[in-house]
């Protein structure tokens, strides 16, 4: 699948642009702060109906106007598909297929991207909550119906935190405590699926990542990864300074009856802490290189070519997998990150995706195989470079 | 914004549920400046509305007098209660004229982030219905969200005892919907809720 085109009202800084766009690379040039990731970021956009740089939608609208509209029109397998995305700064945003209304969340199962940024470095030195969403984001374009999974196992984690928080403040009846079984029991229905599906995603993942990060870095490198659970009383969070031993991939043959045992082992302590303390809120996935965590011990270049093999490897699956073919590769800003080598490395493993949209600061940075239609972008205005 | 009491009072409509500030403008200035439009009588029924309407001592549905038009009416089946989450619950399954049995509202579903327990809705009425076992099944009509389940799971634990039949609404397609219409979730659901056809 290919965005042929893109326009954009309101969004971010630009009034209004029309952008058109080629198979194969596509390179945006222009000096920093010109407007450049934001044209990949809308397109990021209509793929996950979030950014990959603020959480809010707010920051997305134009300083000073309530609507920004996003459009696409994408191509797959001859066919053309037109998307709009309607963010309003008050009230719910709206979403259009094919000029007719639909309902935001339809949007990602027409358009999948996968968007390698600067930001991604968190992936493998920041907090489990980075990579708990990369798995979900990933999840979510892989299967649309866990959206409706995870934010039902929100609310339900919301409703129970209250519970416990009320408790601990003693101003709770005995009567209302005993429902605390039946948050429990939704807890575990929800958790449980989730970690089934993380655990079963990890899985399909780990021979891309492998293969990923070896084109990048070279043989004789080993990049592993493996989903911790809470659940089995592993404390992400709390591991300090002490190097985790690689967590056995462990999926409980029965997750639901290791959820409950758990859940009963820590009620005491949820009690006076007022929050739930094991679920797939809490999970990490543990990235190894070369038998060592890669969170503390990995270089920086290494923490790089692991975030975007991870990038690379979600990019392989989705190709692998999705009904809507190959998904747009976005590398934001990554080339001047990398050395010569890596920057080759990367150009062939990137090379035969069906649409692959580039930005640079400086276009002397971009491997000459991916140089192949430019665009500068100045000041929220797009020129065609003419090559 | 307007002045004073003008102001004031789209502010008031806005607060009411489902009425942004657009509709709460429009509403105000229909009142303003449409002659034809009895104010007293709005500000009368606004002023009685909470004097006159009860709610029924036997199940909780909205009444004028002491039980509800359904609690009284002899025609309706004794066995069966249907319990649902709010009035407005019994009024669309009403709508069905398929339902005969008798109603109970629990007045919302459990939800600590509202501060909502089993001490706040009326279990405890449900329970003292069923004392003399007349009932034989409580359907369990409360949303299919997060909360509703949660209620309803509470529900079948509270009324687990020999000879009640204990039931839940069916989730599943719409009708006279398209197949390619309908949501994940809900296809999901009525897979999980296929039945055996018979020949």
Same mark, same amino acid.
């Given at each position: ?14 009034? =209004? &642009? ?85 309902? !935001? ?12 940024? !600067? ?23 892989? =299967? ?28 709770? =009846? ?55 659970? =809470? ?95 190959? !998904? ?7 080339? &001047? ?51 | ?13 806005? +607060? ?148 009640? +039949? ?34």
């Amino acid at each position: 699948m290919i965005v042929a085109h893109l326009s954009l009202h309101d969004f971010r800084n630009y009034e =209004s &642009a029309e952008l058109a766009l080629s198979a194969g690379p596509n390179v945006l040039v222009g000096s920093n702060g010109q407007g450049k990731t934001n044209l990949v970021e809308a397109i990021g956009y209509l793929a996950t109906l979030g950014s990959h740089r603020v959480s809010g939608d707010a920051a997305l609208i134009r300083a000073g106007r309530d609507t920004a509209i996003v459009r696409a029109r994408l191509q797959h397998a001859g066919r053309e598909m037109l998307l709009e995305a309607q963010l309003n700064r008050s009230g719910a945003n709206r979403a259009q297929v094919n000029r007719a209304q639909a309902k !935001p969340r339809d949007l990602p199962r027409h358009i999948a991207s996968v968007l390698f940024a !600067p930001e991604d470095l968190a992936l493998v030195r920041g907090e489990p909550s980075g990579r708990r969403r990369f798995l979900d984001q990933l999840l979510v374009q892989l =299967s649309p119906r866990l959206a409706g999974v995870l934010a039902d196992y929100d609310r339900v984690l919301r409703q129970r935190n209250s519970l416990l928080k009320s408790a601990r403040a003693a101003r709770v =009846s005995e009567s209302q405590l005993s429902t605390l079984e039946i948050w429990d029991e939704r807890l575990v229905e929800f958790g449980s699926e989730i970690i089934g599906a993380r655990h079963d995603l990890v899985a399909r993942l780990r021979p891309h990542v492998a293969e990923a990060y070896e084109r990048i870095a070279g043989p004789d490198h080993a990049a592993e990864l493996a989903l911790q659970l =809470s659940i089995l009383g592993v404390q992400p969070e709390e591991d300090g300074a002490q190097a985790p031993t690689l967590a056995e991939d462990v999926a409980p043959a029965d997750t639901v009856t290791a959820f409950r045992a758990a859940l009963a082992n820590v009620r005491r302590a949820e009690l006076d802490r007022g929050i739930t303390l094991v679920g797939p809120h809490r999970d990490d996935l543990h990235l190894v290189l070369n038998a060592l965590p890669a969170r503390g011990y990995a270089s920086h270049g290494e923490s790089w070519s692991f975030a975007l093999a991870l990038k690379l490897a979600s990019a392989a699956l989705l190709r692998a997998e999705s009904p809507i073919g190959d !998904p747009v590769v976005v590398l934001d800003d990554v080339f &001047a990150e990398l050395d010569e080598s890596r920057r080759a490395q990367l150009a062939h493993a990137v090379g035969d995706y069906e649409q692959v949209i580039i930005t640079a600061a400086v276009l002397e940075d971009v491997p000459s195989e991916l140089t192949g239609r430019t665009v500068r972008i100045v000041a929220g205005r797009i020129a065609e470079d003419g090559q | 914004m307007y002045e004073g009491i003008v102001q004031e009072l789209i502010d008031e409509f806005g +607060r009411l549920p489902g009425i942004g500030p657009k509709s709460a403008q429009r509403i105000a200035f229909h009142i303003l400046t449409t002659q034809s439009f009895d104010t007293t009588r709005l500000a009368e029924l606004l002023a009685e509305v909470r004097e006159r309407v009860r709610f029924c001592s036997i199940c909780g549905n909205v009444a004028e007098q002491d039980t509800c038009s359904i609690c009284r009416d002899p025609r309706r089946s004794q066995t069966v209660i249907c319990v649902v989450e709010e009035a407005k619950d019994v009024a669309a399954i009403e709508r069905t004229r398929e339902f005969r049995g008798l109603y109970h509202v629990l007045g919302g579903a459990l939800s600590p982030m509202d501060g909502v327990g089993p001490d706040n809705l009326r279990f405890t009425q449900l329970v003292q219905r069923l004392a003399d076992a007349t009932v034989t099944e409580v359907i369990i009509a409360t949303n299919p969200n997060v909360t509703g389940e949660a209620t309803a799971t509470y529900l079948t634990r509270l009324l687990d005892q020999p000879g009640l +039949r204990v039931t839940r609404l069916a989730s599943g397609l719409p009708v006279g919907g398209d197949l390619e219409y309908a949501d994940e979730v809900t296809l999901g659901r009525a897979f999980e809720g296929r039945r055996t056809v018979e020949a």
